[in-house]
Each structure stands twice: as C-alpha cells, then as structure tokens.
T-cell receptor, first 115, second 112 residues
Framework: NAGVMQNPRHLVRRRGQEARLRCSPM?????VYWYRQLPEEGLKFMVY????????ESGMPKERFSAEFPKEGPSILRIQQVVRGDSAAYFC?????????????FGPGTRLLVL | GESVGLHLPTLSVQEGDNSIINCAYS??????FIWYKQESGKGPQFIID?????DKRQGQRVTVLLNKTVKHLSLQIAATQPGDSAVYFC???????????FGGGTRVLVKP
C-alpha cells in the first residue's frame, strides 16, 4: 500500500520561472494538504483541498501560488515567477475522510531551490 | 494567532535512556494532537496521537501525555535508540479540522 507520493523530489528553478509540484495521496484518501517548511523550522499550512474543491487556502500567499486537486490525477501546487524566498521544502499530506480528527500522512516532500 | 511551541530545541540522550520531549499549546479549542518524527531529508512520520478526552496514550516504546489544564503535551520515548535521532514535532488540529499547526521542533541526538 503505497504512501503519499510527491514528485519531483528536488526541483531547481531560476528566478521568474514556474514550479509545479505534484502530490498523489494515499489510496483511498480524498483530502490533500500542502505545507511549506523552511530549514530548522516547523511546517506551515498552506492549503487544504478535496477533489475539485479548495476548502481552506488561508495559508497560501495571495499572489503567484495556486493549488488544484482535479477529479483525475495528482494534486498540483503551482508557483509562478518564483523568487529566492520560495526556496523551501514543500510537503503534501493526505487523510482518508473528513479532515477533522483524521491523521494526516505526509509524503517525502519536494525541495525547491530558486537560483 | 494561536500557536504550538516547544520548550527545548535540542535534547541529547544516552542510548538506552528515556527521552521526554515537551510541547505547549495555546489554542484551548484544539482537541486532537499528533507527534511526528522527521529524519533528515524526509517527510514527517506519524508517531502517536491523542484526543482531548484522554490524558495518556501508549504505543510501542512511546507514550504521549496531555495536560489540558496547563495546555501541555509531552512525548516519552523509552530506551532511546540511535534510530530515534531525529527532529520531533508536536502538532494540533484546529477545531475546524482543516489544518495542523506545528511547533518549532526538538532535535533529539542519541549518544552511543
């Protein structure tokens, strides 16, 4: 039973380029969460999605960042016109049912480096 | 805003000893708490969770204690092993259940 999968594991972009991060939740999980982690810090919530719906995007920057979880395929976190401050580890988590009171299981993360 | 914080940033422990990691939370409405272990270059790994209607829960070599009166959470690791070396995060689930709020993390270093 595969866990949460993320790709790519490492991504290097130059300033101004676009970054696309993918997340496939655990089998049977319909809720996806994205978090960002800076070195030596805890994870910060960005967005919570269900299939075809954004439920909570209170942690998403207002510009350049977007997320989707289509009916078919993985969830995508998209960062347009990346800047050096976007360099971080981005983690996806999934849970099986109602987001409340359900354990979130994390993927291995995508480490984004902006040059 | 509400936050979850830890008292000790780094904990050094002798192999075989017990480890205790502490965490304070500030959102009295939180009712679900999780401990995660994160090894270098990896994602957070679920260790154990506890709901607010409990004050203690045990797993394999780990015990979580919850004191709602003082809003304090702790993780006890029995007979700490080299493989336990990692950063440990406590996290609380908000009352809407949509997101986890993480503490800053405690690094545990196990000395042979």
């Amino acid at each position: 039973n595969a866990g949460v999968m993320q790709n790519p594991r490492h991504l290097v972009r130059r300033r101004g380029q676009e970054a696309r991060l993918r997340c496939s939740p655990m089998k049977g999980h319909s809720h996806v969460y994205w978090y960002r982690q800076l070195p030596e810090e805890g994870l910060k919530f960005m967005v919570y999605l269900q299939k075809e719906n954004i439920i909570d995007e209170s942690g998403m920057p207002k510009e350049r960042f977007s997320a989707e979880f289509p009916k078919e395929g993985p969830s995508i976190l998209r960062i347009q016109q990346v800047v050096r401050g976007d360099s971080a580890a981005y983690f996806c988590a999934s849970s099986p049912n109602n987001g409340g009171q359900e354990t979130q299981y994390f993927g291995p993360g995508t480490r984004l480096l902006v040059l | 805003g509400e936050s979850v914080g830890l008292h000790l940033p780094t904990l050094s422990v002798q192999e075989g000893d017990n480890s205790i990691i502490n965490c304070a939370y500030s959102n009295s409405a939180s009712d679900y708490f999780i401990w995660y272990k994160q090894e270098s270059g990896k994602g957070p790994q679920f260790i154990i969770d506890i709901r607010s209607n409990m004050d203690k829960r045990q797993g394999q070599r780990v015990t979580v204690l919850l004191n709602k009166t003082v809003k304090h959470l702790s993780l006890q690791i029995a007979a700490t092993q080299p493989g336990d070396s990692a950063v440990y995060f406590c996290a609380e689930n908000d009352d809407a259940g949509n997101k986890l709020t993480f503490g800053g993390g405690t690094r545990v270093l196990v000395k042979p």
